[in-house]
């Protein structure tokens, strides 16, 4: 069956994916032709190297670089770190006319990672008061969204108000006009107060969603309140009887599954890489899986391309610099087929 019988984007429209949610600071240890800090405790690390982060804003690169359209709606801090932001972002050729800035001087979330061994990192976060949770309903344009095919929601941008309320908005309206919704669920516990609000409003958009992306825990948080313990394939049904289109759940070096709303399943696993990090992932996989997607590839080539690209990016030591072209994913493909055999990939 051909993918676009699956989900079908309006291709009228201007943008194929708007982004709403997270962006941060990530600052790594330095791993460059200069400086070389090995794996070690993050207390002993000297130089850090400054990059874009946040999982929504490494996704807007990502699909960038695989030559869509994206726009991001969201909130930087009024400095000169949000200023970065913006200007990374416009480098890229991301649309940045829908960003905000804080107005009670909130600041940008800082991170500072610990690379302790190819299998071991782990994130130091500074994000008190953070600039991005400071969306509002008032930053969410009904013109702008509906210039887009889709609209990507970061679930982060649910922990607090007012980005809770904004999020809710923009998904009201994007329904209203034909946006596609896809809702990463990207789990930070660092935001959140307890577990029955992740469920309430986790649940809340992913009813409301197309396509939804997440692990396996993610959707345990997001099911708590529905029907706890659920199987994948109980997850499955249960999301596509709320009218997801695709839902797809992550098991991570175990590999991920994409279900179809006709009750096909799709499996993936991980290319083999020596990693530098434990995380990036994630974002690469979105956006090589979305890419997919949108040129109306077949589930199976959505999600090796997108495992590729996942595996591109644990080898990286950043989350945003590093994503790769399409080329790029093309070629690292064929290279792991040579070494490891034609289906490595696919379960």
Request: hydrophobic share 40%; aromatic share 10%; proline share 2%.
């Amino acid at each position: 069956m051909d993918i676009l019988s699956y989900i079908k984007f309006d291709q009228s429209k201007e943008f194929d994916l708007l982004l709403l949610g997270r962006v941060a600071i990530d600052f790594n240890p330095a791993y460059n032709d200069q400086v070389k800090e090995e794996f070690k405790p993050l207390k002993k690390v000297h130089m850090f190297e400054k990059f874009v982060g946040g999982s929504p804003a490494n996704i807007a690169v990502g699909v960038t670089k695989h030559g869509m359209k994206a726009g991001f709606i969201g909130t930087v801090s009024d400095d000169q770190f949000g200023e970065y932001v913006i200007d990374y972002f416009n480098e890229q050729g991301i649309d940045t006319s829908q960003i905000s800035k804080a107005q009670h001087g909130e600041k940008l979330g800082l991170t500072f990672t610990e690379m302790l061994s190819s299998k071991e990192s782990n994130i130091l976060m500074y994000r008190n008061q953070a600039a991005d949770l400071q969306l509002s309903v008032d930053d969410i344009d009904e013109d702008y969204l509906k210039r887009s095919k889709a609209l990507l929601i970061s679930g982060t941008a649910l922990a607090e108000s007012p980005s809770r309320e904004a999020v809710i908005k923009a998904v009201m309206l994007a329904k209203r006009n034909n946006v596609k919704i896809i809702f990463d669920i990207d789990y930070r516990a660092y935001n959140w107060k307890n577990n029955d609000d992740i469920s309430i409003y986790y649940s809340m958009i992913a009813k409301e969603s197309d396509i939804i992306m997440g692990s396996r825990e993610e959707f345990d948080l997001t099911e708590k309140l529905i029907q706890p313990n659920m199987s994948d394939n109980e997850s499955a049904a249960f999301w596509h009887s709320c009218g997801a289109e695709i839902v797809v759940i992550k098991h991570g070096m175990k590999g991920s599954t994409a279900y179809t709303a006709d009750q096909q399943q799709f499996s993936i696993k991980p290319f083999p890489v020596e990693a530098r990090k434990g995380f990036g992932g994630g974002d690469g996989y979105g956006s090589g899986f979305l890419y997919g997607l949108f040129e109306g590839w077949e589930i199976i080539d959505c999600l090796e391309f997108g495992s590729a690209e996942a595996s591109m990016m644990v080898k990286s030591n950043n989350c945003s610099d590093s994503l790769p072209t399409t080329q790029e994913v093309k070629d690292f493909i064929t290279l792991e087929k040579e070494i490891y055999g034609e289906m490595i990939a696919r379960i």
